[in-house]
């Protein structure tokens, strides 16, 4: 990566744990719902938790970073009432610990990996079974959240094994601490290709889509949302119920996410 690659995703590690650290104490101050969400949830909870406000009778304060992340805030004591992961892992990681209310646990939503690049770049790929990544790539980089820890480089990953094309181009990765960073890297440049989420590709004009990765590449990529257990806002209840309902599905349908549960 670009020495200014490097430069970004300093920026970006310092802004998160900033942001962590502020917003947190902020939002008890405040006796609002606090939210700790993938990173790729912003755009569609943001929509989703203003719509819920009426019923909620608040809006709810949301950090977003990589559910690896936040999971690790939540078992270190930080105060969060609900957690959102972009895989079943960092949910069963913290369900292990008895830090959630299993009784709260829905799968809500699922997603898909796509291969992105600049919106200006040529780059034309067939995403399959032995495809030339390494060439597509060049002399730049392969934008991927880290494959040992957030959920897309893990979906990335197993996909990029499973096509037979790891090996190959493992030396051209530029990790990035969550996907949204990732995207980033490719938005501005600084990668010439990236593995993101669908929703990503959409939320970004920066970006466009050169492949879709097989389903069967990768395991299933399903967002679990809890209740913590040490949960304390009486609003919590009011805020997953709202979530998990129709009207939330409507705008997670719109960011191009598959709701894999809403009530009425």
Request: charge should be neutral; proline fraction near 4%; aromatic fraction near 6%.
């Amino acid at each position: 990566m670009t020495g200014k690659g490097f430069g970004l995703k300093a920026f970006a590690i310092g802004g998160l744990a900033a942001a962590l650290m502020a917003a947190v104490p902020a939002a008890r101050a405040d006796d609002k719902v606090v939210v700790f969400a993938a990173a790729s949830l912003k755009d569609a909870l943001d929509a989703a938790n203003k719509a819920c406000e009426p019923e909620v009778g608040e809006a709810a304060t949301i950090s977003y970073a990589a559910s690896s992340a936040l999971a690790k805030q939540i078992e270190g004591g930080a105060p969060a009432d609900v957690f959102v992961s972009a895989d079943l892992d960092w949910m069963k990681y913290l369900s292990d610990k008895k830090l959630t209310k299993p009784d709260t646990e829905v799968k809500l939503l699922g997603n898909q990996i796509v291969l992105v690049a600049p919106k200006d770049s040529k780059v034309e790929a067939k995403v399959e079974k032995g495809f030339d990544l390494a060439k597509l790539i060049g002399d730049s980089r392969l934008a991927m959240g880290d494959v040992k820890a957030v959920p897309a480089g893990k979906y990335g990953k197993a996909a990029l094994e499973s096509l037979g094309v790891w090996s190959s181009i493992e030396g051209k990765v530029a990790q990035a601490e969550n996907v949204r960073a990732a995207l980033k890297l490719v938005s501005t440049g600084e990668a010439a290709l990236g593995i993101v989420y669908a929703t990503d590709a959409h939320a970004d004009k920066g970006v466009k889509v050169v492949g879709t990765f097989p389903e069967d590449s990768h395991p299933p990529i399903i967002y679990p949302i809890a209740q913590t257990a040490d949960s304390k806002d009486k609003d919590t209840a009011a805020f997953l119920k709202c979530v998990e309902s129709a009207k939330a599905a409507a705008l997670f349908k719109e960011q191009g996410f598959t709701v894999l549960a809403a009530s009425n």
